[in-house]
Structures are given as C-alpha cells and as structure tokens.
C-alpha cells in the first residue's frame, strides 16, 4: 500500500517548517537513509531522510512551501512492486500513524522540563473541538489562560499532542477571536463582562502604520526565526524574575597568557598552506572561565521546573552568534571538561555552520548557560536576557585601560566588565554573586585554566 512521508518533527518545540527544497524527483527510487528533502526550522537547515524503500509516486507538498504542519503529508511512496500511479492517486487518504521521513533524532535531555511544562511538543493536526458538555483535553496553564481570556476551551482546537489545547492555541484563538466566550453558567467559567485578555497587547498593526506617513516606510515580513526570537524572549521577559551583578575583572594576565599560547601552537598542513592548530580569542577563556565557575559553584548549574530545580552535571555553555537578521546559540557541551584549544576549534565550527544554518537541533537546543560578547564592538558593559531553560547568562563587555590600584600604586591595566543575569527562582543572590566571584578568580588568574 502507498507510504505517505509527512513532515518531520526536527526539534522539541517545532509546529511548522518551511520545504525548502527537493532532492527526489517523482519517479525516482528511493532506500531507507536517502536523504530526499531539505527542511528549514527557524534556526537550522535540515535534511531529511527516507525511512522506508520504495519509488516517489507523488510529490505533495512543493519545493519552497512555507509554513507546513509537522505531520502534513509532504509526499507519496509507492511500496516495492506496486504500481506507481495506483499509489499516487490512492495515498493520502488516511493518516499516516507516524512520519515516514525524519531527520536526526531529537537528544532526550535537551527539552528541559521548564519547556515541556509551558509548552508541549506539538503533533498531528489538531481534531475537532472537544463535544459539547466533553471535558476538553488541556494543558493546566492553557486552561488558566482560557479562564482569564473568558474562552470556552471546547470551541478552541487544540494543536498539541493527540489534540491537546495548549497555550499557542489560546493566544491565536484570543487573536483572531475565534474562541466563543465560555458560557456564565459553566464551571470555572470566567464571570460576565470579564474577557480579559491573556497577555497585555500593544497597538494593532494598522494602528501603528496609521502612525508615519504613507510612503515613509516598507515592510520587512517577519521570519521564523525573528518570530521565535520574539516569542522566547517575551516568555523570558514574562515569566522569569531576574536581576543582574556586574564584576569588573582585569584581563591583563590573560591577554599575556592568550599571546603565549598562541605563538607556541603547533602548526598544520592545509591546502591553503601551514597554519597554526588553533587561535585563541578572548571569548574562549570567557567560556572556559564559565564553564569551570559552574563546575565549582554547582547550585548555580541548574534550571527551573515547577517541581524541581534541574541541577546539571556537566556546564553546557551557549555562545551568542550573530547571523544575518538573527541570533543563535550553538552549545559547547562539557566545557568544564575540554581544553581552551578545543574549545576554540569547536566554537569556530559551530558559528560558521550556525551563519550557514546548519546546526542541528541539538546543538542550539538546552544548555545550562550562555555567554554574549560585545566586546569587539566596543560596548562597555550590557545586560542580556536569560535563556530559557537556563537560569544564567554572562555579558562581556569590551577590554578598555583603566586606572587600577596594585600593591598600593595606580598603574594601567586592561579592565573587563562582565554583567550577570539569574533566574532568582533559582539563583538567589549570594549564589549568583559566588558563581560571579569564581568567574572572576579564573579570568584574573588564567593559568588556573590550564590544570
């Protein structure tokens, strides 16, 4: 019978991803592994992988299409020895009880649960909304939601899995205004005349073009990884209570140390000619510093959930990249445990496939921390905000000479400004300071590194 290859689930949090190319063609035979199809998350470029053998019957779902549901039937295979036009025409009348396409696994550790709590997975497409007088199938924070917006969850279709309402769907469902309020009468029913919104909104979109003068403008549409970006960043700013410690670190024993290293690097044979194994930057003693400050205060490694705080065992430090109209945060994982050179390497890779978008999902995905430099800008010192699951990040600011005071003189010395931000629901003052104090102590004493 006809195999239907629907769109894969490549990350923990995807709903939707956009069929960016084709590299079969119908007619074409197919085995498991081929790698058949190019699919674009918000973040990475995935191929995608043919699980079953059979010959492409039918191409569904065009090369380019934007915006596919995870589960949407993408394409049609006929089976061995089965006629190829029978299939065509006769597959994709039923469901297909899981993906027949999938990219790379999706690591088992990388969705904390603080994610998974607010926002579950998503799955096939939603079913029709629950029976009248049927208790809707729902998440606690999508029906706490519903209550404040004054939605009847039955009338709202759910897009989690088995058709699970969850709070995507009752923020679409309040902005299009499509929920039907929740009858007066009704249990847990919000009272009448109380449809508040779910969240504060700001003005609507014409509301803000009304605003410059026509031709003064143009439109830039938002893409998915500007809109995720948005989403995580509101989330942070909403649900996290942070606060922030600065230390003032001076960097002159390292940037002694950074040179030494790197003249004494061993060099490699490349088709470009020799040139050194490694480069070290400042930015990979600002991770390895972090990772080891982690490792030496490990109340501080961890991240929130509603039950627990989730203490980790190794520090998996994210590195802020910058690439075109976007950021990411590629993952070195077990800093604590690898050397400044590998780090340097590794980190290396991770930006150049981030600007390609490359990355699989398990490379930006998690993380216990993060690190954001802005140094090379010659921003002094910022604040940067905590990303979810983690419960820290550091910001670095650019090396400047300054006075300092040493054994009771004023001499020059190169001054580094890192900020901190906590999750205080996890990091309590002193312990963030501590986790800053030990950052510092490594920095000023690079060598510590090193052993």
Known sequence: MPINITMPTLSPTMEEGNLSKWLVKEGDKVKSGDVIAEIETDKATMEVEAVDEGTVAKIVVPAGTEAVKVNAL??????????????????????APAPKAEAAPAPKAEAAPAQKAAEPAPAAAAPAPAASGARP?????????????????SAVSGSGPHGRVVKSDIEKAVASGTGKAAPAAAPQAAPAGAAAPAMAKGPSDDATLKLFPEGSYELLPHDGMRKTIAARLTES????????????CEIDALLKLR??????????????????????????????AMALALREVPMANASWT????????????????????GLITPIVRKAETKTLSVISNEVKDLAKRARDKKLKPEEYQGGTTSVSNLGMFGVSSFTSIVNLPQAS????????EKPVVRNGKIEVGTVMT???????????????AELASAFKRYIENPMAMLV
């Open 137 to 153: 199938f729902s998440s606690p924070l999508a029906r706490r939601l519903a209550k404040e917006a004054g939605l009847d969850l």
């Open 418 to 432: 890192a900020t901190f931000a906590f999750d205080h629901r996890v990091i309590d003052g002193a312990l963030g």
């Open 306 to 325: 509603s039950t627990a705080r989730v203490l980790h065992k190794h520090s998996d430090v994210g590195v802020a990249v910058s690439i075109p109209d």
């Open 237 to 248: 700013t909403q649900t996290v209570p942070s606060y922030t410690v600065s230390m003032d």
């Open 74 to 95: 993408i394409a049609i295979l006929a089976g061995e020895g089965e006629d190829v036009s029978a299939a065509a025409s006769s597959g994709g009348g039923a469901a």
């Open 259 to 288: 040179a030494e290293i790197n003249a004494s690097a061993p060099v490699k044979k490349t088709e470009k000619g020799e040139v050194p194994a490694f480069k070290l930057s400042v930015n990979d003693f600002i991770i390895k």
């Open 393 to 400: 990040i550091v910001s670095i600011g650019a090396g400047v």
